[in-house]
T-cell receptor, first 114, second 110 residues
Framework: DTEVTQTPKHLVMGMTNKKSLKCEQH?????MYWYKQKAKKPPELMFV???????INESVPSRFSPECPNSSLLNLHLHALQPEDSALYLC?????????????FGDGTRLSIL | QKEVEQDPGPLSVPEGAIVSLNCTYS??????FMWYRQYSRKGPELLMY????GNKEDGRFTAQVDKSSKYISLFIRDSQPSDSATYLC??????????FGAGTQVVVTP
């Protein structure tokens, strides 16, 4: 079991649906990350929050909307996704700021867009 | 040219053999080096973390970093079928620039 918990583990949604992915960590980490991973590829960075503020947005389409309600929780709101958005979405955290390593990953949410 | 190069494999070894994995990089600002193991349908699990040149050992795992050659390695001794997974190298500079390698698929056959 990892110390970064992601829910749900699996999600199937239509292109017109709105859903959210949730990530929680209780290690006191202050940097949190969203990654997208396609099959047989390494994770690709989407967003970084540092001390609950959005620090990095890697030119992600606006149909993905991150939110950091508090230092332990990170959400990713999804709306009007495309079939190519089907992937494993990973959350990670690191202890201090965005330059701090290592990152600890959750097991991800496997998202399928119909 | 990619900043981090890692052979995607697959790398097939018999049980009990030593698994040897490596990555090369071009960005001399990278100073934190990590190896992650990822099983199918799971997230990356941190195996080794180092920020200096030299060797670091943890059980059956040894990580080596050679900053002068921009080369890092991971060795797995006495490999087991349960070591079959994808191994990702990753590295970072002090300002948050973080880069994964492509990942090497390892298959340990009984």
């Amino acid at each position: 079991d990892t110390e970064v918990t992601q829910t749900p583990k699996h999600l199937v949604m239509g292109m017109t649906n709105k859903k959210s992915l949730k990530c929680e960590q209780h290690m006191g980490h202050r940097a949190m990350y969203w990654y997208k991973q396609k099959a047989k590829k390494p994770p690709e960075l989407m967003f970084v929050y540092s001390y609950e503020k959005l620090s990095i947005n890697e030119s992600v389409p606006s149909r993905f909307s991150p939110e950091c309600p508090n230092s332990s929780l990170l959400n990713l709101h999804l709306h009007a996704l495309q079939p190519e958005d089907s992937a494993l979405y990973l959350c990670a955290s690191s202890q201090r700021d965005i330059g701090d390593q290592p990152q600890h990953f959750g097991d991800g949410t496997r998202l399928s867009i119909l | 040219q990619k900043e981090v190069e890692q052979d995607p494999g697959p790398l097939s070894v018999p049980e009990g053999a030593i698994v040897s994995l490596n990555c090369t990089y071009s960005n001399s600002a990278f100073q934190y080096f990590m190896w992650y193991r990822q099983y199918s349908r799971k997230g990356p699990e941190l195996l080794m973390y180092t920020y200096s040149s030299g060797n670091k050992e943890d059980g059956r795992f040894t990580a080596q970093v050679d900053k002068s050659s921009k080369y890092i390695s991971l060795f797995i001794r006495d490999s087991q079928p349960s070591d079959s997974a994808t191994y990702l190298c990753a590295m970072s500079d002090s300002w948050g620039k973080f880069q994964f390698g492509a990942g090497t698929q390892v298959v340990v056959t009984p």
